[in-house]
DNA sequence: AATGAATGAGCGTTCATTCAT
DNA sequence: CATGAATGAACGCTCATTCAT
């Protein structure tokens, strides 16, 4: 079309291409900080600067914007992880730290951190959003943490250990940051203040864990 | 019967005592599987086998019942956990792996359990009470498990860890399972399906990690 | 009964049969008060001294309490200011003043002063008590001042009026004068703060104004 | 037609300008009718042609739904009255009978003399709007009735009285016929039928009962 | 007779959703 | 596309009434 024309796009036109995305994100602050039922359209229409009205221009009710916050920007992040492994030629350790400082930087530590604390939240609202969320975010987050330990420990750098619940094991404290970060933190509540220190903390404690005894006895 | 032995309350009176403690039980679920907002009292009340009126007359609102539900039956494994800190005489470890058994069949495996979750979930919506149960739940949890950190640091069991943090990271599995169990699980979401398994992994990983090598190098 | 034989019955017993008076004078002030729909039984029953199911027990509803009020303690004043009509010989004039005296010192300026704002308040929500009120009460004194009115008149001690209207003109700086008292005044509102002043002022006004002209011109 | 020579404000527009104005009259009459616990939002709307939920973009509550009632359009017959009493040159008897007669036509006669009724009836429960109603409205009556009472007295007209109080008594059949009307009156019971001979009556009293005998010994 | 726990219909208020402009 | 006035179903809370004790 004759879009590719005009190099830049009107103001008003870029602004209207923006609103879903501008709506989404007003959605995912409100309903992280106050949960689904608490959050009033009305909040999240004025957060992006349009009225009420026009939400449903973009998205047909509450539930369905609850959808697609929950679908919204999660995978890019996976698809790096992903590409990470299937690159990566160091020992597992080291990539097990890269994934979870990337993890951090990407997500864990901006608006999207809140998308588990919000699951969580509304899993018993909304089951399907639920499998979904399961299937397509943390099953594939399994696998590839599965990956890095089955590596790590075939490579005999990781003692042999229950894979599967070690890999939740691993996760939870990095799930618990973010959660933290979004629930608890806010109301000044002290706890993991210093994010840094924490991470640092769990990839001492948990790389220890790992690491095949190089004998003793 | 042997009923005419006792002074026998009336049966009228005997409900009446019991009526707060079944209010909170069937609050807590709901407010647990569904959040504060999404909770109706019609369900609350009818879950505990009375009318919404007679939900009034124990509790002056919706705020005070969930005010009460947190507050509820906390404390006393948290006193028990103190208990068994100080009269422990065995090494760190154990008592760590005791504390964490025990607190799992209490509380994490249990309606209690569900806390945590609802807390988490609503602290944005009720900051004090988020505060409350920060300082009379958490904090008290934080400094039980620092105490056995150092002294199991002080008689070198374990390697020296930022303890502050360490606490965090080491309470996080226990945390995440019991939110599992009350958000993602009845989703008939895979994960964590045996959380025996899962806690004797954590304990293996964490004791692991946080042993003292015997020598090395 | 063997009742005849105890001369002073039990406090108790007493205490039972002022119940329906008490009651009937604890609900006549907070029906003047507050009306009767924001009246609750509760405090009706509170202030009288006993319990809400106990009020059941001599009245049925809540209606048939308003209407026990309104029927109430209204007609012995009347009987008695019907034979002060019947039995006065002197002019009519100073009858007027004594009936209305004597209804400001038994009626108006009693708790019973208040049923005039009660039954106007209340009129749109009981029209058939309105209708045996207006019968009973307010057409007998309508009754009773006319008979004064035409008496003066028929010995000129009056000019001629208008009997009907002059009757309720005459009575209205009555009604108004306890109507305030039961409504503005409690407010800290001023006005009308001296009744004795104002009663004064409304005779001689109206004694004045119902004078028959010595002649002039 | 000659609509199209204005520029027409669209239809919804001028409904949104009415609204406030005909939900105030609906919860005028209603609320003079039943007073305001018994009248129900519901009614109120449907009264107005509108539902429920729209009467809270007007009106923030109940309460303040009530207040709007009491403060609307009391004022600007207040203020002719002023301004009759300013331009006023003859005599205070026939300013007097003018006043009355010109506050029956505007304000006694019209729904708005529901407003007294509902004053005196809530007062009680809302001392605020009764002490705003009694500044603003009866207090300023008061002082114009207070003016003219005293020219009359100061050019002979009428007897010296006590003007406070001659005040109060002045006004009261005024009173007590809008209240008659707005009360007693819908209920089919008799009294007052006639409020042209009643205010003919009022006026020959009182003008009788003020003015200065022309001699007498 | 007296109590007070229990009820449930009813009302004030909110808010997701619609639709005329 | 965008608005915001209007809707009405739903929910928190109250209170007159009942009834087992």
């Not at 919204?72 to 097990?96: K, N």
Request: include cysteine; charged fraction near 25%; charge should be neutral.
């Amino acid at each position: 079309m004759s879009k590719s024309f005009v190099p830049a796009a009107p103001a008003r036109r870029r602004r209207k291409e923006a609103r879903p995305a501008e709506l989404l994100a007003a959605a995912l602050d409100l309903f992280v900080e106050r949960g689904f039922a608490a959050t009033r359209l009305d909040e999240v229409a004025a957060r992006a600067g349009v009225s009420k009205g026009t939400l449903y221009l973009y998205f047909a009710s509450k539930e369905e914007l609850f959808k697609a916050v929950i679908r919204q920007g999660i995978l890019p992040v996976l698809e790096e992880g992903e590409e990470m492994l299937a690159q990566h030629r160091g020992d597992a350790a080291s990539l097990l730290q890269d994934l979870m400082r990337r993890w951090w930087d990407l997500t864990g530590n901006t608006p999207l951190g809140g998308v588990p604390k919000l699951m969580i939240s509304e899993a018993g609202n909304f089951p399907e959003v639920a499998r979904y969320y399961h299937e397509n975010v943390i099953q594939r987050v399994h696998d590839l943490l599965g990956n890095v330990l089955r590596r790590g420990i075939e490579n005999r750098e990781f003692r042999p250990v229950n894979i599967e619940s070690a890999i939740d094991v691993i996760s939870a404290p990095m799930l618990m940051l973010s959660i933290w970060q979004h629930s608890m933190a806010p109301c000044s509540c002290g706890g993991m203040e210093d994010p840094e220190t924490y991470l640092r903390t769990h990839v001492d404690l948990l790389l220890n864990g790992l690491r095949a005894k190089e004998m003793s006895e």
